[in-house]
């Protein structure tokens, strides 16, 4: 990785001042990089700090329409040999009869989805980032400050060798759910405590995962089992608050058995898990993606139950048609070209978020007879082609309103059909 930081002491012009260097902000400035744009990225962590490959890596399920665009960027070569393809999905509910299974050939691909640990995807962001020529890299740095003017951003900085300040004709807010710049903005947000945390570890079942990602819907809320390589699962297990440090302090082989009783036993007895971490859960969505000439993006912008593994897809999706809007656009700050921007990705991200939040809620009432109804659901679902076809395409992130990196491989080209 040869992404270097750079300081300077007098105020920068730029085009583009991006704040985070995490999966979303880095996809954009790849996307980004080849118009030409002076891009400067303010990350808060030294970049280069990631998790170690190994038992306990973290992992995100990426979409059809996610991986079309990791090649369209030039990233899947670097990526490929740690992916596990996603060929079917198994969707149950415990103590319920219904089941819906998604198939990759039904659908007429070879795979469904891939699954990608975080710092294979980070290493290969950060890896292209230091090849980009007009990048200016700032970090470890924080932004401490925010003006704007009709003309401008005046972005101020904070690093270890002091404070600097940047001026650019957009500025994107890409640093995370509890976003400095939307404070600095007074940009509010929608917040939901949902109750809930999820533990994420790395699993081994007995039977190898091969290709099939579960999702097993409890009355304490769902279990996801992406495949891994080496015949291990990603597990996100999603259990009430107060049940999280039991979670966490169980042994092993109580841990282990409390899943398969959940789980059951599709992949026979677990085997192995490995180091347990808990994220609590809360919704947390911005009330506004645009503000001025400031755009939020990722989980700046939403940050939504994990339950469908959708947050980075959704983010993606939004960084990339950006990229697009602006390919073509005289000033990338333009009034016109941002609010058309939002208004391209309200209804799809509506819905996205809408279906994150409405599955745990669903799937964890407990009234009675809702069970039976749920079950029908799922079993409905599955003999339902048409239904069960538009689930999938929304799974696979594929729609009518498609990025053009995810259509065509191009920046230009894509849009509505
Ligand atoms: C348990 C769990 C499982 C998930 N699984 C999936 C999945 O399978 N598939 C999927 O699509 N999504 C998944 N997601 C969602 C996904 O993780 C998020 O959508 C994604 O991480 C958002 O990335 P981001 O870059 O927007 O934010 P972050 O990862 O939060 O990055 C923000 C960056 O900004 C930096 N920063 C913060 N403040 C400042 C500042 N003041 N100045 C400069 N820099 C700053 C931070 O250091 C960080 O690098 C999951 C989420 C969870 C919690």
């Known amino acids: 990785m040869s992404v270097h930081a750079v300081r300077s002491s007098g105020p920068a012009d730029c085009d583009v001042v991006l704040v985070g260097a995490g999966l979303v902000g880095a996809a954009l400035a790849l996307a980004l990089a080849p118009q030409g744009l002076r891009i400067a990225l303010i990350e808060a962590q030294p970049l280069g700090r990631m998790e170690q490959p190994g038992y306990d890596e973290r992992s995100t399920a990426l979409s059809f329409a996610s991986v079309q665009i990791l090649r369209s960027l030039g990233l899947w070569p670097a990526v490929a040999a740690h992916a596990s393809p996603i060929r079917h999905i198994h969707v149950s509910q415990q103590g319920g009869f219904g089941v819906s299974r998604f198939d990759a ?200 139950h994990p339950v469908a593994g959708l947050g980075f897809n959704l983010a993606l999706r939004e960084a990339v048609i950006l990229a697009e809007m602006l390919a073509t656009a005289q000033d990338p700050g333009d009034r016109d070209v941002l609010e058309a921007f939002e208004q391209r990705i309200e209804r799809y991200q509506d819905q996205i978020v809408g279906l994150s939040n409405a599955l745990p809620r669903l799937f964890g009432q407990r009234f009675p007879g809702l069970g039976h109804a749920r079950s029908l659901g799922l079993l409905g679902l599955d003999l339902a082609p048409g239904l069960k076809t538009g689930f999938v395409l929304h799974a696979m992130g594929l729609d009518r309103d498609m990025p053009a990196l995810a259509r065509t491989g191009s920046l230009v080209g894509g849009g509505r059909p």
């Open 105 to 304: 050939q039904e659908m007429g691909v070879d795979v469904l989805g891939q699954v990608l640990p975080n710092h294979a995807l980070i290493s290969a962001f950060l890896d292209q980032l230091g090849r980009q020529a007009d990048l200016v890299v700032h970090a470890p740095a924080r932004v401490t400050a925010v003006h704007q003017d009709a003309e401008r951003m005046r972005v101020r900085g904070e690093g270890p060798n002091g404070s600097f300040e940047l001026h650019s004709r957009l500025l994107v807010a890409a640093d995370g759910a509890e976003s400095t710049v939307r404070g600095l903005l007074g940009v509010g947000v929608t917040r939901r405590e949902y109750g809930q945390s999820a533990i994420i570890a790395n699993v081994t079942p007995s039977i190898a995962p091969q290709g099939r990602a579960f999702e097993r819907f409890t009355p304490d809320g769902p279990i996801a089992l992406l495949p891994l390589r080496d015949a291990r699962c990603a597990l996100v297990w999603t259990l009430p608050s107060l049940a999280q440090q039991w979670a966490l302090e169980i042994s092993d082989k109580t841990f282990l058995g409390e899943l398969e009783s959940r789980f059951g036993r599709r992949l026979g007895p677990f085997q192995r898990v490995g180091h347990r971490q808990a994220y609590p859960l809360t919704l947390v969505r911005s009330r506004r993606m645009v503000e001025g000439r400031a755009v939020f993006l990722g989980n700046a912008a939403h940050a939504i």
